[in-house]
């Protein structure tokens, strides 16, 4: 293994390890000493690879989130070439499975999302700002602002809507995830339907 | 005033000052010192109505846990009686309001009703599960889990789309709570009525 490639796993082992203390104990018993050795290392090697532990705190949430941000794009274009109920139904399933897919990492975004006197949290409140801006504006380039009055407070309510399905999947009062998402598109999808004034004047 | 009025002023006193505290700064740099002084008193004064911290943050939580609770009660019997867009939308609107009337307490308890490593959040953890719960239970006393599959699954969507527009009114980015809350009751029966098979064998 090369040397850099060598510094970033060690690099990645210092992150996860951290993921893993604040999952387990939370935020604030945590120590750059207790983060080495949760990743098997020796304590003066965190400072290789982070100023302190805000510093990590800020990469862990900024990787995260960037993650997760990534993951959406493709499904965000689908949906702009062709919405219908199967294009929503896999935006509803790659949102939702971006963050499930890693539970510990999904609970820690929701634990810390709105506290903003952690650097956790004043990354994830950017993320969440960008996520919620970003199924905006998709959803005025379909034109729906123009048929949907208060198009924002429906877009608050589907992203409450989408967080709280994960919410119960992590915290697996949920275990099917095929019928969740089925669900929660097809909600979707009636909510903005029944309160289109296109869909009013048809009927 | 007598001696157990005083008593019971001065203890609501520390909580509210505790409550600006933690919503001002955060939980993690509360002494009960500075509880003490942000109430206009001397420290000794905090041990007189609570052994530590943590039983203060406890006495918050439960306080503001059973408020709402106890608000939301005459208004699910409401519902119970006769379940309408009208009652719908009322019992929205008492749950709105339960929250956004003191938006500080609000604040406090979307930031830590996730957090199971404060005392704050354990309570709220509770408190959740009985709010989740008790809307439930009541519509399957309305016979909806006989109309709907995975009614269970609804009640997640409905609660965090509640949740979500109690966030997006506490962060000031929906001014016009009467409008919300429309929104919010017609979605919610738009959701269960798109997804009653009662409704389809009529239709």
């Known amino acids: ?9 060690t690099y ?31 304590q003066p090697t965190f400072y290789v690879h982070f ?9 862990a949430a900024s990787e995260l989130s960037d993650a997760i941000f990534r993951r959406l794009q493709p499904i965000r274009e689908q949906v702009m070439d062709g919405p219908s109920r199967e294009s929503v ?9 971006a963050l499930v897919d890693d539970p510990r990492y999904a609970e820690i975004y929701l634990r810390y999302r709105r506290d903003p006197h952690t650097p956790l949290g004043e990354r994830f409140l950017e993320f969440t700002d960008e996520v919620r801006g970003a199924l905006y504006s998709d959803l005025c380039a379909l034109g729906l602002n123009r048929d949907i009055p208060h198009l924002e407070i429906h877009v ?16 697996r009062r949920i275990g099917d995830l095929e019928i969740a998402v089925d669900l929660l598109a097809d909600s979707i999808i009636a909510q903005l339907e029944s309160h289109s004034t296109r869909a009013r004047d048809v009927a």
């Open 89 to 97: 139904r896999a935006a509803c399933a790659t949102a939702v499975n």
């Open 51 to 59: 100023a302190d532990m805000n510093t990590l705190l800020q990469k």
């Open 12 to 42: 990645q082992k210092l992150l996860r390890g951290a993921i893993r203390l604040i999952h387990r104990s939370g935020l604030h018993t945590l120590t750059t000493g207790k983060v080495a050795s949760e990743s098997g290392m020796a």
């Open 156 to 171: 608050e309510m589907i992203f409450g809507m989408t967080l709280g399905l994960i919410e119960a999947i992590v915290d």
């Open 1 to 9: 293994m090369s040397r850099r490639a060598n510094k970033m796993r």
